[in-house]
C-alpha cells in the first residue's frame, strides 16, 4: 500500500469537462469500427493472411472504447456538483438509461430471433435477457444500469473520501474485475448475467472520476502515448499467438491486462488532446448516444448486402470507411427521432438532462481527507 500512501489526500483542482463530449463521439466510432470488423477477426483466422491481421489490429486498437465511456459517466456521475439526492438523480437516469433498456431489449431480441437466426434456431431470448446481454452491444446498458444504482453510494468516495481511499477503491475494484475476467474466460468457472454483469466494470466508474482532473504534460503524452501502443501491440499478438483456439480471445475483454492498460492510457490522452478543437465531434456527439443504439440495424443488413471482407483493401474499407458510414446514417435517424416527442425517450431525451459540459472549472468544496 506505500505507493497510495504518496497520494496526496485532497482532490485536484476541478477542470473542464467539455472534452468529453469529442471524446465519445470518437470512441462511439471506434465501437461501430470493433462491430464492423468483429465476425472477420472470429472467423477469419484459419488463413492468419494479412487480411486478418489488419482486422486484428484495427480491433485491438479500438477496445479502450468501452472502458472509456464508462470512465467518462463515472467522472460525471460522481461529480459532487450533481447534488446528493438518490431519488433525484435515479429518477433521471431512469429516464436516460431505463426506458432505453427495454425498448431496444424488445427490438433488438426479436431483430435477432426474426432476422440474424434461421427459423429453426432454438435460441431462447429469455435466456438471453438473464445473461444481461441480449444482443451484441446492449450489455453495456446492463452495465450502465447497474453502476448507476450503486452511484449514490459510490458518490460518497468523492464528497467524503479522501483521494487516496478514492484511488484504493478504484484500484480494488478494477483488480477484482479483472481477477473475475480471468477466471471466467480462461477457468471457464462463472459466467456474468443480469445481476451481476455490471460489477466488474466498477473500477472503471471509479476511476473515471480519480482520474478526470488529471492533465498530463506534453512529455507525459509522449509516454502515455508509447504506453497506449504497446499496449494495442501487446493485445493484437496475444490474440494471434496466445494458446488456445484460435483466434484467442481473452485478449481482446475489456477487463484483460493489456487493454486495461490501453482504456486508461487513452482516457488520459483524449483529455490532453480534445481540450480545444474537434468541432465536427462536437456536432456528433448529441447524437452519439443514438449511434450506439441503431448501429447494429444498419451495419448487419449493409454488411450482408456488401459481403464480409476477404482481401487487405475490403478490410480497410470496412475498418475505416464503413464505420463513419454507419455512424452518420444513425446519427442522422437519431438527429429525426428526437424531434418527435412520442420517440425522444427510447433515444435517452425523454426526462430532464443535466448538462454534461463545464466551460470554466469552478471551485470545489475543501475534501476532508480520512
Request: aromatic letters at 14%; charged letters at 15%; glycine letters at 8%.
Amino acid at each position: 500500500m506505500s505507493p497510495l500512501d504518496r497520494i496526496r489526500s485532497e482532490n485536484l483542482p476541478p477542470t473542464s469537462t467539455a472534452w468529453m463530449n469529442p471524446a465519445r463521439s470518437f470512441a462511439i466510432i471506434a465501437v461501430v469500427a470493433i462491430h464492423s470488423l468483429g465476425t472477420v477477426v472470429e472467423q477469419s483466422f484459419s488463413s492468419m493472411g494479412p487480411d486478418w491481421w489488419l482486422a486484428n489490429i484495427v480491433d485491438s486498437a479500438c477496445r479502450w472504447s468501452v472502458p472509456v465511456f464508462i470512465m467518462i459517466s463515472g467522472a460525471l456521475a460522481m461529480d459532487p456538483e450533481r447534488g446528493n439526492v438518490p431519488r433525484k438523480f435515479l429518477s433521471k437516469r431512469i429516464w436516460r438509461i431505463g426506458i432505453p433498456l427495454v425498448f431496444w431489449t424488445i427490438v433488438y431480441v426479436a431483430f435477432r430471433r426474426y432476422y440474424l437466426l434461421p427459423p429453426d434456431s432454438d435460441w431462447d431470448p429469455f435466456t438471453a435477457i438473464l445473461t444481461g446481454s441480449p444482443f451484441v452491444q446492449l450489455y453495456f446498458l446492463y452495465v450502465l444500469a447497474g453502476l448507476t444504482l450503486l452511484t449514490p453510494f459510490f458518490r460518497l468516495l468523492s464528497v467524503h473520501g479522501s483521494r487516496r481511499l478514492q484511488w484504493g477503491t478504484g484500484l480494488i475494484f478494477l483488480g477484482i474485475g479483472m481477477l473475475d475476467q480471468w477466471v471466467s474466460m480462461v477457468a471457464e468457472v462463472g459466467e456474468a448475467n443480469i445481476a451481476t454483469r455490471f460489477l466488474p466494470m466498477a473500477g472503471f466508474y471509479i476511476l473515471g472520476w480519480v482520474l478526470r482532473d488529471v492533465v498530463i504534460t506534453a512529455r507525459q503524452a509522449a509516454l502515455t502515448w508509447c504506453v497506449f501502443l504497446g499496449s494495442i501491440a501487446v493485445t493484437a499478438l496475444w490474440a494471434g499467438f496466445g494458446p488456445g483456439e484460435k483466434p484467442w480471445m481473452f485478449p481482446y475483454e475489456y477487463l484483460s491486462p493489456a487493454v486495461v492498460v490501453m482504456s486508461l492510457s487513452a482516457y488520459l490522452l483524449l483529455h490532453h488532446h480534445m481540450r480545444h478543437g474537434f468541432t465536427v465531434l462536437h456536432v456528433l456527439y448529441p447524437f452519439s448516444f443514438g449511434v450506439f443504439l441503431l448501429h447494429p440495424l444498419v451495419l448487419y443488413p449493409l454488411r450482408n448486402l456488401i459481403g464480409l471482407p476477404d482481401t487487405l483493401p475490403a478490410v480497410l474499407f470496412h475498418a475505416l470507411v464503413m464505420p463513419l458510414v454507419y455512424t452518420l446514417i444513425c446519427a442522422a435517424i437519431t438527429w429525426l427521432a428526437v424531434k418527435i416527442p412520442g420517440v425522444r425517450a427510447v433515444f435517452g431525451e425523454g426526462g430532464p438532462r443535466n448538462p454534461h459540459t463545464r466551460g470554466e472549472p469552478r471551485p470545489r468544496p475543501e475534501q476532508p481527507t480520512s
